[in-house]
């Protein structure tokens, strides 16, 4: 009965609901915008490298963290002997300097690294954001006030420097990767909570929730049936747009000397150990550079095209792609299920 | 850090002593590249002399500074009793008068040393520089406003212990005599054949008692060299140092420029661009303070020009891997072993920057005679590391599967005891079957977590330099069981307390032959290695750039710097 309410009653509100056939429309919107297009493919081909990783050193024959001392010239300060940094069959993308190790195999190593630690962070911050906006919208005035300066003060708080700070004071023992992620999502969701809370607070004066009220349901059944299908395209969004943050943000603590330890490779890791050898060893920085680059713009692109899906009025902010989304309906703001 | 004990101030100075090593240690050719650039090499009077340092001359007070034989910059402004001979490689490992008529003549079986000033030394004020300004200014580096130097004087001279400095106590140090105005006696509390190379310490520098003004004379320390302070900017960031006309040429400093100007807080990378660019003043540039790191090495040695202005330098300094063996599993001497067996020296020299910058090391004593250098290789490992024999001995201790263990090191970035030396030493032991856990903390954490006997960790990176090219300051903190520290900074890293080791300790600082003393800290050295505390692994090389104009490179074996008071500029 409800999820006919939803439908029914979903169109004429402010908000889209993505029903069955709102599914459909994302998908065909989404589609229909090249750039973001591009970008999915270019984060599908990333996960699909990071995943197989092992399969992808296996075939180049190499491994991340074995030292190939014959490679580099110990002479010149361990330069890759050869030239581009020592590119060869073997050798796909030329080895580090001072040890030799393979690049790919780093690279590709530290993709897993990368874009692990930046989604496991987005769903901790997704799942604290939500709780904590729904729990602020719907509990009692004074559980909103505290709720809400509790996620002001989060939102207020530099992540950079609490997260160099919250790594450097727990013991190294603690597997690294989990405590990236952990730090990164315990620290950075305070917007993603107040959207969630903003939104609730529009759903909850709507008539079918009322209704549900009105027929006896408890808070929490309201917020499960109810307010939730309603809340996932704000939260889609905004965590479509926090997963290139939070790649970069994992970046610059490895790049710092906090992210994961030695030898795991880390993009971050590799630009730190790379800056100084830009001059005599550039495809040893520009490699990790490139990919982190290539990664966050993806991510973005993708991140604001499913944006632009979800949400066809709300205007793009880069406008990636607008001038081809001529049969999206975006300018239209008519969308199938609006 | 300032009122601890001896051994929180040796710390302190230790760490100093590194950093002015590093920084200010970067030339000391074991082979001659050591003549000037350009056609006409031989060196004249005139012209400015520009440093470009990232460390600024912060403490410029003889009392304060932690040198490694006198200091750079400090040694044109401040003479000592004896000074170090300035002379390429291991002829500059001698020491030599200055002030003194002599290095110094011993009585009373190396416990009584008494020198003799020169005559006609003058202060920069055209005052006589008498002994008892000497003893001042060493009375002085006791009070604990003016800590930083080290603690041998505080360990050495009779009652010392607990003194004080001067402004608290105003009877003095009875230990240091002084009959008249050019004669200074020194008692000490036991045999020190060594005292001549203490005397080269900055606080062997006369300070007039009139002109002392306590905390503040760093601002403007009276010169007895042939320089003295004319700018002094935000606490020694940009010095201006002009000529001393009432320095009585001594036989050591050159002094061939009219004026040297010290710019410091600069980036690393940016001083080695600036020398390699070498334009305007910067031709006239050296550095005292910044090595060349292997990238910038890299592009150097690729370029025939810049490659022609390196110099390259050997100061006495080890990297180690250094046990605890009352943390199993390396309370077993034969784990230990078997850890010296699996290294693999090659990689890990390349992860210190390539055999151009660090050279493989089987023995603690670093390779230059004057510590008595003999050359020992117990668990040879060859280049690559013998993991077979690590397998074999690490059975014979009960490890057949091998064993896990955990490998702290600091995370700052020096090439020293940093990840990439802890990740080349974790691929080599992969292979003997050890399997190596890194565990690498902020670097004061490393420090506090080394040096403290409570919290030493059994298995980790380490280093020591030279106070001076002997044996005696190489070995005896390390070694000496009667320097464990219980409750502050210790040193010892093995706490090896052997009555034997101590005795010929003993035995060895009673000698003032120090051609025969280096002979016995050298069999020392082999025979403390065969318990295999430690894991010798590399020596570095400094390597630094300097200015197209610049002329008379000298980098001693004391120092492994250029040493700044023979540069000419014209």
Not at chain 1, 95 to 112: I, S
Not at chain 2, 41 to 52: A, D, E, M
Not at chain 2, 208 to 231: C, F
Not at chain 2, 421 to 440: C, E, N, S
Request: charged share 20%; net charge neutral.
């Amino acid at each position: 009965m409800s999820e006919a309410l939803v439908a029914t009653q979903a169109p004429g509100t402010d908000t889209p609901v993505p029903g069955a056939s709102g599914a459909r429309s994302f998908w065909r919107r989404l589609r229909a915008q090249r750039a973001a297009l591009v970008a999915a493919v270019v984060v599908a081909l990333l996960v699909l490298v990071a995943l197989f990783a092992p399969l992808l050193t296996a075939l180049e024959g190499q491994d991340p963290t074995t030292y190939h001392p014959s490679l580099i010239d110990s002479a010149r300060g361990g330069v890759p002997v050869g030239s581009f940094g020592g590119m060869s069959a073997h050798h796909w993308l030329g080895v580090e300097p001072q040890t030799g190790r393979d690049l790919f195999a780093r690279l590709v190593y530290g993709a897993r690294v990368s874009l692990g630690v930046a989604l496991a962070a987005t769903v901790v911050q997704v799942v604290i954001g939500i709780t904590i906006g729904v729990a602020s919208a719907l509990g009692s005035r004074w559980v909103d006030q505290f709720l809400s300066r509790v996620t002001d003060i989060i939102v207020a708080m530099p992540l950079m420097i609490m997260s160099l700070a919250l790594l450097a004071i727990v013991p190294s023992s603690f597997p690294r990767p989990v405590l990236v992620t952990l730090v990164i999502g315990l620290i950075a969701w305070g917007n993603i909570a107040k959207i969630v809370r903003a939104q609730t607070l529009t759903l909850k004066g709507l008539d079918y929730v009322s209704a549900a009220r009105l027929s006896g349901w408890g808070t929490w059944r309201i917020a499960r049936r109810e307010l939730l299908p309603g809340l996932a395209a704000p939260v889609i969004t905004y965590a479509a747009l926090l997963v290139p943050i939070n790649i970069s943000v994992e970046a610059a603590l490895s790049f710092l000397g906090v992210g994961v330890k030695p030898p795991t490779p880390s993009w971050g890791q590799m630009l730190t150990a790379a800056d100084v050898w830009y001059q005599a060893a550039p495809q040893y920085l520009l490699f990790p550079a490139g990919a982190l680059f290539v990664t966050v713009l993806a991510l973005t692109v993708l991140g604001d095209g499913v944006r632009t899906a979800l949400d066809p009025r709300a205007a793009s902010r880069l406008r990636v792609g607008a001038g081809r989304r001529r049969g999206a309906g975006t300018g239209s703001g008519k969308g199938a299920d609006a | 850090m300032r009122q601890s004990s001896v051994i929180a101030r040796r710390l302190a100075a230790a760490s100093v002593g590194l950093v002015v090593a590093a920084g200010a240690a970067a030339c000391g050719p074991k082979g001659n590249d050591a003549k000037g650039a350009g056609g006409d090499s031989t060196p004249h009077k005139g012209g400015t002399l520009t440093v470009l340092n990232s460390v600024p001359q912060e403490d410029f007070d003889p009392a304060r500074l932690y040198t490694s034989g006198g200091g750079n910059v400090p040694s044109l402004v401040f003479r000592t009793l004896t000074t170090r001979n300035r002379e390429n490689g291991a002829a500059g490992a001698k020491v030599v008068p200055d002030l003194a008529t002599d290095t110094g003549r011993p009585s009373e079986n190396a416990t009584v040393w008494t020198y003799t000033l020169k005559k006609g030394l003058k202060y920069e004020d055209g005052t006589p520089i008498t002994s008892a300004d000497i003893k001042y200014g060493i009375e002085r580096s006791f009070a604990p406003e003016l800590s930083g130097g080290a603690p041998y004087l505080r360990d050495w001279l009779s009652g010392a212990a607990d003194y004080q400095g001067p402004y608290k106590d105003k009877k003095g140090l009875a230990a240091i005599g002084t009959p008249d105005e050019r004669t200074i006696v020194f008692h000490l509390n036991k045999p020190e054949g060594e005292f001549p190379y203490l005397a080269t310490q900055t606080q062997f520098t006369p300070v007039p008692k009139a002109k002392d003004t306590g905390t503040k004379y760093e601002e403007h320390p009276v010169s007895s060299g042939p320089y003295k302070v004319v700018e002094n900017q935000n606490d020694g960031e940009r010095l201006v140092l002009e000529r001393n006309t009432h320095w009585s040429e001594d036989d050591q400093r050159k002094a061939y420029p009219d004026k040297i100007d010290v710019r410091s807080g600069l980036d690393s990378s940016v001083i080695n661009q600036r020398l390699s660019a070498s334009q305007g003043a910067d031709a006239a540039a050296v550095t005292t303070d910044t090595n060349l790191g292997p990238a910038e090495l890299a592009k150097v040695t690729g370029d025939k020009e810049l490659a022609s202005r390196v110099g390259t330098g050997h100061f006495g300094y080890t990297n180690y891997i250094a046990f605890n063996p009352k943390v199993k599993p390396f309370d077993n001497a034969k784990v230990r072993q078997a850890v010296s067996y699996a290294i693999d020296r090659s990689s890990v020299v390349n992860a210190a920057g390539g055999s151009a910058l660090a050279e493989p090391a089987t023995t603690f004593l670093p390779d230059q005679k004057s510590f008595g250098y003999t050359p020992y290789d117990l668990f040879p490992a060859g280049r690559t590391g013998d993991a077979a024999k690590a397998k074999e001995l690490l059975k014979e201790a009960g490890h057949p599967n091998g064993l896990t263990v955990t490998l702290t090191h600091s995370n700052s970035k020096d090439f020293e005891t940093s990840p990439e030396i802890a990740t080349a030493i974790q691929d080599a032991l992969k292979k003997a079957g050890i399997r190596v856990k890194l565990q690498g903390l902020e670097d004061n954490d490393y420090r506090d977590k080394i040096h403290n006997v409570k919290t030493e960790p059994g298995f980790f990176l380490a280093h020591w330099g030279a106070d001076w090219p002997s044996g005696g300051p190489f070995l005896a903190p390390i070694f000496d069981g009667r320097q464990i520290v219980k409750d502050g900074s210790n040193f010892n890293n093995g706490l090896l307390n052997d009555p034997s080791v101590n005795t010929e300790i003993d035995a060895i600082n009673k000698l003032t032959d120090l051609d025969a003393a280096a002979e016995r800290w050298g069999a020392l050295d082999r025979k403390i290695g065969e318990q295999a505390l430690t894991v010798p692994l590399f020596h570095p090389v400094y390597k630094r750039l300097y200015g197209k104009d610049v002329k008379n490179i000298v980098i001693s074996d004391w120092t492994g710097v250029l040493d700044i008071s023979q540069v000419a500029v014209k």
